[in-house]
């Protein structure tokens, strides 16, 4: 069984960073594809950022790009959102996600909908 436990989140001022943490438990990482998103009331949720199982490479959202980082420790089995320069509209829920891969190499979903494991997510609130 698949489970997704995130971390990290709170309360910041705008500037500020916050590191993100997401435990997998019942996965193998070269498995899965791993997701992070957000999420404000009223709207969808919105990929920020992925990583492939097999090779880690990386893929940012528009929103993400230059502000985010995205990694993994697969010893861990731990994922991790490095947020900076942190702004008052990145206030949101935040999820992790896992996508299985079946076997792609490159699969890096950015899409909500290929994403069959998600975690209960970790408020992030940056105040201005």
């Known amino acids: 069984q698949v489970e997704l436990v995130e971390s990290g989140g709170g309360l910041v001022q705008a500037g500020g960073s916050l590191r993100l943490s997401c435990t997998a438990s019942g996965l193998t990482s070269g498995d899965f594809a791993l997701g992070w998103f957000r999420q404000t009331p009223g709207k969808e949720r919105e990929g920020m950022a992925c990583?492939?199982?097999?090779?880690?490479?990386?893929y940012y959202s528009d929103s993400a790009k230059g502000r985010f980082t995205i990694s993994r420790d697969v010893a861990k089995n731990t994922l991790y959102l490095q947020m900076d320069s942190l702004r008052p509209e990145d206030t949101a829920m935040y999820y992790c996600a896992a996508a299985p891969a079946y076997g792609r190499v490159w699969y890096a979903p950015s899409a909500a909908s290929e994403y069959t494991h998600w975690g209960q997510g970790t408020q992030v609130t940056v105040s201005s």
């Open positions: 990583v492939t199982g097999r090779t880690g490479d990386t």
